[in-house]
């Protein structure tokens, strides 16, 4: 027997107190930092390269399911409104709250990788898979095959 998580106005408070923890999160992202001696000049000495390491979580739907302890297929049914005893106001309240962790997200990859904080490549993964981004887009057929026949034009 399974247990039916509803979304109900308690479930919407516990989000919004995990999309108000990733709005913080946002906003200290550049302050929590630390400098770790990443490579000695030899024993006992001082000099040295340092890094700076963030303590940085970022905001995601799986994190959101840890945090209020559902499945994330529970939250993919919430969000594609399969249970029909979700109302209008809590749709709405859950679709905007997901709308929020998923631009913080955005902001945190895309600015933790322009700041050299992340390497590039999860980050790079993670945008493509939640949001849709491209490395390259094809402006001429929008990714769509080149219509058949295609005949050169000679210019006189």
Same mark, same amino acid.
């Given at each position: 027997?399974?247990?039916?998580?509803?979304? #109900?106005?308690?479930?919407?408070?516990?989000?919004?107190?995990?999309?108000?923890?990733?709005?913080?999160?946002?906003?200290?992202?550049?302050?929590?930092?630390?400098?770790?001696?990443?490579?000695?000049?030899?024993?006992?000495?001082?000099?040295?390269?340092?890094?700076?390491?963030?303590?940085?979580?970022?905001?995601?739907?799986?994190?959101?399911?840890?945090?209020?302890?559902?499945?994330?297929?529970?939250?993919?049914?919430?969000?594609?409104?399969?249970?029909?005893?979700?109302?209008?106001? #809590?749709?709405?309240?859950?679709?905007?709250?997901?709308?929020?962790? #998923?631009?913080?997200?955005?902001?945190?990859?895309?600015?933790?990788?322009?700041?050299?904080?992340?390497?590039?490549?999860?980050?790079?993964?993670?945008?493509?898979?939640?949001?849709?981004?491209?490395?390259?887009?094809?402006?001429?057929?929008?990714?769509?095959?080149?219509?058949?026949?295609?005949?050169?034009?000679?210019?006189?």
């Amino acid at each position: 027997m399974t247990t039916v998580t509803l979304l #109900n106005k308690d479930m919407i408070k516990k989000i919004n107190k995990y999309v108000a923890l990733c709005e913080k999160q946002l906003k200290d992202f550049k302050k929590h930092s630390e400098f770790h001696k990443s490579r000695p000049d030899g024993a006992g000495s001082d000099k040295g390269t340092y890094e700076r390491l963030y303590d940085a979580e970022i905001p995601s739907k799986e994190r959101l399911s840890l945090y209020i302890g559902v499945s994330t297929s529970v939250l993919d049914n919430w969000r594609d409104r399969t249970a029909k005893s979700i109302t209008d106001e #809590n749709h709405e309240a859950y679709l905007g709250a997901l709308n929020k962790i #998923n631009t913080i997200q955005y902001i945190m990859l895309t600015e933790g990788t322009t700041l050299g904080i992340f390497k590039e490549k999860v980050p790079a993964l993670i945008l493509m898979n939640n949001h849709n981004l491209k490395e390259r887009t094809d402006t001429t057929t929008n990714d769509k095959e080149l219509p058949a026949p295609i005949i050169p034009l000679e210019r006189k």
